[in-house]
């Protein structure tokens, strides 16, 4: 496969069988979807047809590392699910004015892929891509939805929320989206409370009860096609106007912006170290087992001991365990290992001191313990 010259700069998620990674295209930021022949094909497609500002136009198609690759006209530094993690663990509330424009954003935009005749099918904030001003565009189209394929080819993805019929092997569709990203938007609510008015109404009080109960049929109808996104819209709008919330996709930017700005001192280690992530960069250590069980003992003392450093020699007993080497050789290995941790992303983060090694007391650390829902 021919195409524009793509220079990989950061991948921001490798979710199994697709791998989003940023990078320039002929000296323009783009995004590329990388996997296999025939999910390349049904993204390109969908961009090709989607017209909408949140939705990245196709930029071409080439093969980063020999696998066919989709180019979209976007300059991302993260996505949503690397801001969450950390606002959830900050306790970050979102300002009521950005919620609102997420919403009405999100919605305008299934109202143009609908209109071109694509789906989503499966909502996920790790295909909610954050440039590095707080712009936001969907990826996500063309994905596998299908529960045995994204068992399949999506085993690192994060949780997602997939429309009801598609869940037992039904095809996408305009109201199965709808269903989906009420439980998306529904998913959000951890990051802070709803207003009053909203918060009445849910409970059945107050003027706006009776709207809000529209948008539960609407989105809750067991038939697909009572679902209705144009009529879901127009009442979100009507309850925010009651609200007096206002949608700002000022506010909206801002807030990511802030949440990109905060995520930068945060350091997060998948289960097993497989990965990290620090800022907005990810770095895969599946096959390299060595670094792996470095960083999860520097991660640990980092959070048993704030300050506290770890000797070459506790460091080589926890990467080579059981084995021998002479104190030189065996010191020289784990400057190795720590000096590759440093340049694969974590120069800012580790510490080198005449007493040992240790993670910066002031990067805020995430060591997950059990392995990412597929």
Known sequence: MSGPRFTSELTLRSLGAIEHVAGQADGTPVVAVVSDASVAEAVARAHGRIVHPRVPRLAGCTEVGGRPAVLLAFE??????????????????VRPGAAAAFVVETLAMLLAAHASGEHMGVFCAANVLVGPGGEMAFVGFGHPVHPKDRALKLPRASRAFAAPEIAFGGPASAGGDLAAAALFFQSFLELGDLPPAIAEATMGRGDLAAHVVELMRLSNAISPAERSVPQYLERVRTVLAIAGIEASDVDLAAELHDMLEASGSHLVIAHEAQRFRIGTRTVELEHHSTLRR?????????????????TWEELFAEAWPGERALPAAAKARVQVAVSTLRKLGLREALVTRDDGYLVDPRIVVTLETHRAAG
């Open 294 to 310: 470095v960083l999860l003992a520097l991660a640990r003392r980092r959070i048993d001991k704030p300050g506290a450093p770890s």
């Open 76 to 93: 991302a530094v993260t996505d949503l699910e690397a801001l969450l993690e950390h606002a959830r663990v900050h306790r970050r509330e």
